[in-house]
């Protein structure tokens, strides 16, 4: 297998070891709390995907030893158009037709910029500007964080915030990196310990922040994002501080700047993908829940039966507590009539209410 074969292989498989890396970190994040949303170390899936992206970086830095640079890095601009597949077939997370047109827009113009970047001779930089670069660097991923928190309400928008700031991280650490590699070619220096140092903090905060951009917001936009601005910074940074510059003069530059207005489209429809599903799914939680019809009711069931007359009239009937009769019999008629209690009355419906008496059989004499 030849050098420029084994640099496109070690390409692709890179991409793909970014690829899931992602996909495990978006997972992780989907199933964290709110409290571990920057660095879940308790998490082995995080450790897995730690793994996979340094997997990642490793195999991208022999390929650049095997293959020129302008055939690598927009090889690695792949991983966004690998992860939508991935993410479909091991997570079951599928991509709207909206979310592939942005991945592929972003891939052909990061693509298309990186391979216009023209190679120079190897430079570095002076202490002063590596000590410019971290306080830049610095200043930029702090505002950043501060945008991306006064925006919480939003989750596309921080996510975006997030990625960049995580993209703006890993690219000046790679810038740092060719300077420490350029240094080393005349022996290995104590003098470069500070850059490493710089090197280690930018790495590490590259993927907290990549971690974080990845809750709430999918996939597929913090990822575009991340692999976007990773290489344009570091691409910004060579052509401004160690004199790159564009192939084919002029034309070149124009396509340079075409291509950034494709990718930058790409991101745009990334993120109003997902803004208009966030919409979508708030419509739907804010919709009110439809009531059950009622059940038919039959015709009277809820009314009354109208009361009986009869009712009504011994209702209204106020009689005194105590109601006597004169009992017949024999009793002598200067004696006062011996009084018989009224204990009942009977209802007869169609006729009157008539009292009945109840004869006292202990005053009256009933002789044969």
Known sequence: MSALALSVLLS???????????????????????????????????????ALNGLGGLLHVVALAYGPLSLVQPLGALTIVFALPMAALFVG????????????MATVGLAGLLSLVGASDAQSLDTAQRVAAALGTAGAVVALMVAARAVHRHPA???????????????????????V????????????LP???????????GMLLSQASYRGAGLAAPLATLTVVNPVVAAAVGITMFGETFRYGTTGTALALSCGVVAAGGLILLTTERLARENQEAR??????PEPAPEAVPAGAGEQPAADPAERLLAALELPGDVRLPAPGDAPDDADPAPVPLVSYAP???????????VDRHRTRVTS
């Open 12 to 50: 692709f498989v890179s991409a793909v070891a970014y690829a899931g890396g992602a996909i495990v970190q978006e997972q992780v994040a989907v199933s964290s709390p709110g409290a571990q949303q920057f660095a879940p170390l308790r998490r082995p899936g995080w450790w897995a995907a730690v």
């Open 93 to 104: 997370r599928k991509a709207g037709a909206t979310a592939w047109r942005g991945a592929v």
């Open 157 to 179: 928008v921080r996510s975006i915030l997030l990625a960049t700031a995580s993209g703006v991280a890993f690219g000046m650490s790679s810038v740092f990196t060719k300077t």
């Open 181 to 192: 590699a350029v240094d080393w070619t005349g022996g290995v220096s104590a003098a470069d």
């Open 195 to 205: 850059s490493l140092a710089v090197i280690g903090v930018l790495a590490t905060a």
């Open 284 to 289: 739907a939680a804010e919709a009110p829940v």
């Open 348 to 358: 007869f419906y169609g006729g009157p209410y008539m009292p009945v008496a109840v």
